[in-house]
């Protein structure tokens, strides 16, 4: 233990040093495919290595090859933020290694996940006796959500089999992990249809009503709508509420991908993202996309626990139990689960609801200075309706011109943002997300793409 001790204390003074200097290094990481898997042994140790060793090739082989999630200048998809108390609860978490399978392997790991969620619903606005449970991904979580959608629809699914013709909806915006859970599910593709949206890129719940009543009159099963908060291009709000009208209308599951918008509702004045979200049979949003929680954290709520519960329960002789328990392992695909909600407590304590909706707050106070500057450069246009924490934006010209100005300012290492494709125009992103991104660090970042569109792109 005298090893373990001493190396503890080595590396929490390093990942405090790391955190303190975060800024100072290139927030992208500087190795080509393959260089690690090159470096390092193609086998593994026969014997075992010492700690000194096994740290020095840490830091010369592994650290180039880390992109710094958790640095200021790091702009790109959500951008988010690994909180100093998460790091510590995810220590401590590492040491008492409990599982969550059954409420009696470890209490402590399930009831500290009915307290977190039970706050964090109280905090967002939403009905406090929804059933919570934490998943590891918001692609997980939807994929759990449309799996109940199912057997709420079809409820023969669990023993006979899923019904070959239902169907999903979302909009053309909607993130690609639904398809995908369609997709794995066997619902397949080409029964996911991408309703199309307004010119704010919200979903059309006109054009949603349509397409389900022309499924409808073609034999087909409407099973399931996903509307999402907060889209992953441009953040934008689908209206959920009239969504959700239709979905009670047609007998549909509703379910709503907050994954990155949602954590902004304990902000009273941004309670309006989740406007119509009561009416909804499940939820999904990540603290670890904008609550200051690292990867991975990942909130499925549901008004239907007994569905989930028919979709996924399933019990062993080896894992019965009489103790009358909460066993999170009858409500999803996972048996053996993490002490998540440990990071999750020790960050909603340390800051409280008024000192996270501060931090997202100041960051969508600081975005919207940034999309005012950027508006008001005619070199530039903005791309979509900027409310939260990302602007779209371009220079007026081909799409070429503007990949080669993203290409630029990642090139240039300081900063790092990302792209997307709207109506066929390539958009640049920049996500503010890390709790050390300042203002400062949005004036350095226009500055660097000014000054390239102006020496590389002269009008
Ligand atoms: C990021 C994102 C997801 C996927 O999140 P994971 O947790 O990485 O699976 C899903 N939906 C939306 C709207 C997102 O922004």
């Known amino acids: 233990m005298e090893e373990f001790r001493e190396w503890g204390h080595r590396l929490v003074d390093w990942v405090a040093d ?9 927030v992208l990481h500087s190795v080509r495919p393959n260089d690690i898997v090159n470096a390092l042994p193609a086998r593994g140790p026969e014997q075992g290595e010492p700690m000194e060793r096994i740290w020095a090739d840490f830091e010369k082989i592994v650290l180039p090859g880390v992109t710094h999630w958790n640095h200021p200048n790091f702009l790109a998809y959500f951008a988010n933020t690994s909180a100093p108390p998460a790091i510590l609860a ?64 079809a409820p023969e699914t669990r023993d006979a089999g899923a019904p070959p013709n239902l169907v999903v909806y979302c909009s053309d915006q909607a993130h690609s992990s639904v398809e995908k859970g369609a997709m794995a599910l066997g619902f397949g593709r080409r029964q996911v249809r991408l309703i199309a949206s307004d010119e704010a890129f919200r979903m059309r719940a006109d054009a949603l009503q349509e397409t389900i009543r022309r499924d409808r009159a073609a034999g087909l099963l409407p099973c399931c709508v996903v509307a999402t908060v907060g889209t992953t291009s441009t953040t934008s709000v689908d209206p959920v509420r009239a969504i959700a009208e239709v979905a009670e209308r047609e007998g549909l599951w509703l379910h709503v991908d907050a994954a990155y918008a949602g954590s902004a509702a304990v902000a009273p004045e941004l309670r309006w993202l989740l406007d119509g979200c009561e009416r909804a049979d499940s939820l999904v949003f990540n603290p670890h996309k904008w609550l200051m929680v690292p990867v991975d954290c990942s909130v499925l709520y549901s008004r239907h626990p007994e569905t989930l519960q028919r979709a996924f329960s ?113 958009v640049l992103r920049i996500a503010v997300g890390n709790m050390w991104t300042k203002r400062e660090t949005l004036d350095a970042v226009w500055g660097e793409i000014e000054r390239l569109a102006r020496t590389a792109f002269p009008e």
Request: hydrophobic fraction near 45%.
């Open 314 to 426: 399933l019990v062993p002789p080896i894992l019965n139990t009489t103790d009358g328990g909460l066993n999170m392992m009858d409500y999803g695909v996972p048996l053996g689960r993490r002490f998540r909600s440990l990071k999750l407590w020790f960050v909603l304590r340390y800051y409280g609801r008024e000192g996270l909706a501060q931090v997202i707050r100041e960051q969508v106070a600081m975005t919207a200075e940034l999309r005012d500057r950027i508006a008001a450069d005619s070199r530039f246009e903005i791309c979509a309706p900027c409310n939260l924490s990302v602007v779209c934006f371009r220079l007026r010209g081909t799409n070429e011109a503007n990949s080669r100005l993203l290409e630029a300012v990642n090139r240039g290492g300081r900063f790092f943002l990302s792209q997307t494709v709207l109506g066929g125009r390539v």
């Open 18 to 26: 790391y955190l303190q200097n975060a800024g100072e290094r290139p």
């Open 90 to 153: 995810e220590f401590v978490a590492a040491a008492l290694n409990a599982n969550g399978i059954l409420w009696k392997t470890s209490p402590a790991v399930t009831e500290l996940e009915v307290v977190t969620l039970r706050w964090l619903l109280d905090w967002l606005g939403l009905p406090a006796e929804w059933f919570g449970m934490i998943l590891d991904t918001a692609s997980t979580s939807t994929l759990h959500a449309l799996a109940a959608a199912r057997v709420h629809v």
